[in-house]
């Protein structure tokens, strides 16, 4: 039996975050009516699988933290999927609030070129 908009949304957020944008787009390339698209989105929003606040935030931390990206990078992402500017400047912000870019851009080198680059200063 074929999914329906919801169930095919559902599947997409068990495997990972998505923005409405995103998501919109996935089902609509699957083919679903857009007004089936649109109470799909506003039941996964209500229901709270679907955040774009909350997915910024997450792809933020997990840029910052885990690839080391800086926040010219993380906002670029960011918008790539369709975050409205004004959710990315709040998950930008949170995801550098303990750590300065800089040190970020040390991990990185570190990372890169291993501990040749831990006395770099600015």
Not at 14 to 34: A, N
Not at 46 to 61: F, I, K, P, V, Y
Not at 103 to 110: G, T, Y
Request: aromatic fraction near 8%; glycine fraction near 8%.
């Amino acid at each position: 039996m074929p999914l329906n908009a919801f169930d095919s949304g559902c599947r997409f957020l068990s495997y990972r975050p998505h923005s409405i944008q995103e998501l919109t787009g996935k089902l609509l390339k699957k083919g679903f009516d857009p007004e089936e698209i649109s109470r799909t989105i506003s039941r996964l929003t209500a229901l709270g699988g679907l955040n774009d606040e909350d997915a910024a935030t997450r792809w933020a931390q997990s840029g910052r933290k885990d690839k080391r990206w800086g926040s010219a990078k993380i906002s670029a992402y960011l918008v790539n999927k369709g975050i409205s500017r004004e959710i990315v400047n709040r998950a930008v912000a949170a995801a550098f609030s303990d750590i300065a870019e800089e040190d970020v851009a040390r991990e990185a080198l570190v990372k890169k070129f291993g501990t040749a680059y831990t006395d770099v200063s600015p």
